[in-house]
């Protein structure tokens, strides 16, 4: 399910780091309407079932080192939870205004609209997308390296966390066949926890439908959760 949220945000000029303070968001949103699904992604530390993606529709650019982005966001939430969709609408409803802190840096959430987006269903092998947010891949064995495509070890990272996403969320630890190429991509440099290289483009990937699916619903790469691997299908 995918949904859109409109929030007011002040002030229009915010830091680049701004990700934390929709992430700090998002868990509200759940906190608020299920504590105990809060404590199972957030305290036991398992796989999310959703990514997200924002988009600034006044964006202006740099302004020194923070971004003049304006005062309106949307935020863009995919899942394959109908129960997890449902939370997070319905956060939306109760909470009526969220402010995230930060180094002396904040930004105040206040909710104007939410709507259903429509949601495509995958049944074939091949899909070519774009992505909605930046993905990330990390090294095996390494989580703090990330890596861009043609480096070592890029292709292995993904298939990795694809596997995993279908472990947790399809019960598939089999052998299913995935294949992933790159169309387009540029490098982009992100302000999150510290400064990390991430990718954004458009690549063809193959695999059962099921495993599409997923990758649509929850998103791609590592970090999805906090507003990374959102992709949309164009081809």
Known sequence: MRLTLDYEITPDVIPKNYGRGFIS???KLIEETDP???????NQHKLKPFTFGTYFPELQ???GDKLNVGKIVKVNFSTSSIQLATNIYNGFLKVKEHTWQNNGSSINFRPLRAYLQS??????EKIVVKTLSPLLVNNIGDSNKFLLPGEEGFL???????RECAKE?????????FEFEVKAWKRRVLYHYKKMPSTTGMFTIKSKPEILQMIYDVGLGVH???GFGMLEVVG
């Open 156 to 162: 292995e990272g993904l298939e990795f966390s694809v």
């Open 25 to 27: 968001l998002i868990k």
């Open 169 to 177: 969320f399809l019960c598939d630890d089999s052998n299913f066949p």
């Open 36 to 42: 105990l699904l809060f404590n199972c992604y957030y």
């Open 119 to 124: 949601n495509k269903k995958i049944n074939k």
């Open 224 to 226: 999805r959760s906090q």
């Open 61 to 63: 650019g740099n302004e």
